[in-house]
């Protein structure tokens, strides 16, 4: 294993550590990790191909979903590599991957719950009122909604 020193200032070895990282939990970890980050791109791929072409409201919120979830199983890519490779940097190494790994990593995981809560945001109303249609850009619905609005 290489020293600190080796990498750029922005990487933090273990050996600067009080202690050094477990090779089976490592292990163990990345083949978890690889498994859920496959079965999630290849998942979120499918559903992704399934609601592209539709425009309704909640296809267009499942499609915006799965797109984000696959830029989050790429987000883990490093990380799993990290984890196989001896907790060694590799990708992290270079100072300007590692920032925007850490801007495209933090807006992914900050936009999915917003894009969840529109989600049940819609099929709620979906479910109080079946024959009211949610469109896109439409300001009725905030002015003229009660949850009595099946007539």
């Known amino acids: 294993m290489a020293e600190n020193h080796t990498y750029e200032d922005h990487v933090w070895m273990h050996k600067d550590m009080p202690s050094g990282p477990s090779v089976t939990w490592d292990v163990t970890i990345g083949i978890s990790c690889l498994a859920a980050t496959l079965l999630g791109f290849v998942g979120n791929s499918l559903a992704f191909g399934y609601f592209h072409g539709k425009k309704e409201l909640a296809p267009r919120l499942y499609k915006y979903l799965s797109s984000i979830d696959i830029v989050i ?79």
């Open 73 to 151: 199983c790429l987000c883990q890519i490093p990380v799993i590599q990290a984890f196989f490779n001896g907790r060694n940097p590799g990708l992290f190494d270079d100072k300007i991957f590692c920032t925007f790994w850490t801007v495209v990593s933090d807006i992914s995981t900050q936009f999915y719950p917003m894009a969840v809560l529109l989600l049940s945001a819609s099929r709620t109303i979906a479910i109080a009122c079946p024959f009211y249609g949610i469109r896109k850009g439409s300001t009725s619905f905030t002015t003229s909604f009660t949850w009595d609005c099946v007539k």
